[in-house]
C-alpha cells in the first residue's frame, strides 16, 4: 500500500466548476500537507500548505485536511482553463524544532482539465 | 519564494555515459533536495543535500549511482552516473525555505533526461 494515494484522473470539468481533488494517506506522522500545481514540461508550483487539521483559504482555492480519517482536499472555485494542470498533493512529518522533516512524499497527481 | 534554475534542461545520452545537472538559487538556503519524476510517475525523492555534509539516500538511491555535490548555500549538482534507458526521466531540484513552523519545498524546472 503506497503511503498516499490519489486518484490520478484524468478530471474533466467546464469553465466555472467547482472542482474537488482529494489525498488519502496511511502515515499517521505527516503533520505538514501541500499542494502543488504542475503545468507540463514545468517543474511543481507550491498552491497551498496547511498544518495539521483545518481549513485554509487562498482566492479561489481551499485546502482541507482531516486527519481524523487521513483525508485532505483541494477545492477550486470558478475554475478557469488556465487551472488545466497535473495537481500533486505532498505531504512531510515532524523534525526537531517543529519543522518538517523536509522529506515530502507524493501523491501520483491528478490530471485536470477545465474547458471553455 | 526562491528561484531556482537547472542545467541542462534536456539532454539525450547514450547508455552507459554520466550526465551532471546543476541546480543554481538565487538565495542561501541550508536545505536541497533531489527529486525524480518518471514518465507518468509522481515525485521520488532522491537524497537531501545539506552544505557542509555528506548526502542523504533514500532507500532504493545509492551514492555510486547518483553522486551529489554540494559547494555552497546556492548550489548542487547530482550526477546520473552509467546511464541505461530506466533512468530516462525528468530530475528536479527543490529547495527548503524556512518559515515559521514549515519548511515548504520550491521546485526547479527540472532537467528532462532520455536515456537511449
Known amino acids: 500500500q503506497k503511503e498516499v494515494e490519489q486518484d490520478p484522473g484524468p478530471l474533466s470539468v467546464p469553465e466555472g466548476a467547482i472542482v474537488s481533488l482529494n489525498c488519502t494517506y496511511s502515515?499517521?506522522?505527516?503533520?505538514?500537507f501541500m499542494w502543488y500545481r504542475q503545468y507540463s514540461r514545468k517543474g511543481p508550483e507550491l498552491l497551498m500548505y496547511?498544518?495539521?487539521?483545518g481549513n485554509k483559504e487562498d482566492g479561489r482555492f481551499t485546502a482541507q485536511v482531516d486527519k481524523s480519517s487521513k483525508y485532505i482536499s483541494l477545492f477550486i472555485r470558478d475554475s478557469q482553463p488556465s487551472d488545466s494542470a497535473t495537481y500533486l498533493c505532498?505531504?512531510?512529518?515532524?523534525?526537531?524544532?517543529?519543522?518538517?522533516?523536509?522529506?515530502?512524499?507524493f501523491g501520483q497527481g491528478t490530471i485536470l482539465t477545465v474547458h471553455p | 519564494s526562491a528561484v531556482i534554475s537547472q542545467k541542462p534542461s534536456r539532454d539525450i545520452c547514450q547508455r552507459g555515459t554520466s550526465l551532471t545537472i546543476q541546480c543554481q538559487v538565487d538565495?542561501?538556503?541550508?536545505?536541497m533536495f533531489w527529486y525524480r519524476q518518471q514518465p507518468g510517475q509522481s515525485l521520488t525523492l532522491i537524497a537531501t543535500?545539506?552544505?557542509?555534509?555528506?548526502?542523504?539516500?533514500e532507500s532504493g538511491f545509492v551514492i555510486d549511482k547518483f553522486p551529489i555535490s554540494r559547494p555552497n548555500l546556492t548550489f548542487s549538482t547530482l550526477t546520473v552516473s552509467n546511464m541505461s534507458p530506466e533512468d530516462s526521466s525528468i530530475y528536479l531540484c527543490?529547495?527548503?525555505?524556512?518559515?515559521?513552523?514549515?519548511?515548504?519545498?520550491?521546485f526547479g524546472p527540472g532537467t528532462r533526461l532520455t536515456v537511449l
Open positions: 538565495s542561501q538556503v541550508t536545505m
Open positions: 505532498a505531504m512531510s512529518g515532524v523534525g526537531a524544532g517543529g519543522t518538517s522533516y523536509g522529506k515530502l512524499t
Open positions: 543535500a545539506n552544505q557542509g555534509s555528506e548526502a542523504t539516500y
Open positions: 527543490s529547495v527548503a525555505s524556512s518559515g515559521g513552523y514549515t519548511d515548504t519545498q520550491y
Open positions: 502515515n499517521s506522522a505527516f503533520q505538514y
Open positions: 496547511t498544518y495539521s487539521s
